[in-house]
């Protein structure tokens, strides 16, 4: 059974960080690659960043140089540093297992002064 639990969401102010993270059980997690998608009331689910098994990484345009995916296999755990956090990064983040089914349960991200 696979299981994606997310946490390191909260409230920040515009400019601030948050650390979000994705610990992973069920699976062999080195084996996939995995990603950040975020999606708040009024937009579609869209793809923030994602991080290959060989740790390639890509990024939306909206986010490129603010935030960094990594992980760490041996914890079994992705990240998602975020940077100069601005109003419109307010959104339910949810990190997936790439190519498959798999989504954890989500967590709110909300920047405001």
């Known amino acids: 059974q696979v299981q994606l639990v997310e946490s390191g969401g909260g409230l920040v102010q515009p400019g601030g960080s948050l650390r979000l993270s994705c610990a992973a059980s069920?699976?062999?997690?080195?084996?996939?690659?995995m990603a950040w998608y975020r999606q708040d009331p009024e937009k579609q689910r869209e793809l923030v960043a994602r991080?290959?098994?060989?740790?390639?990484?890509t990024y939306a345009d909206s986010v490129k140089g603010r935030f960094t995916i990594s992980r760490d296999n041996a914890k079994n755990t992705v990240y998602l540093q975020m940077n100069s956090l601005k109003p419109e990064d307010t959104a339910v983040y949810y990190c997936?297992?790439?190519?498959?089914?798999?989504w954890g349960q989500g967590t709110q991200v909300t920047v405001s002064s």
């Open positions: 997936k297992v790439w190519d498959t089914g798999h």
């Open positions: 069920g699976i062999r997690f080195s084996f996939f690659a």
């Open positions: 991080i290959g098994s060989g740790g390639t990484t």
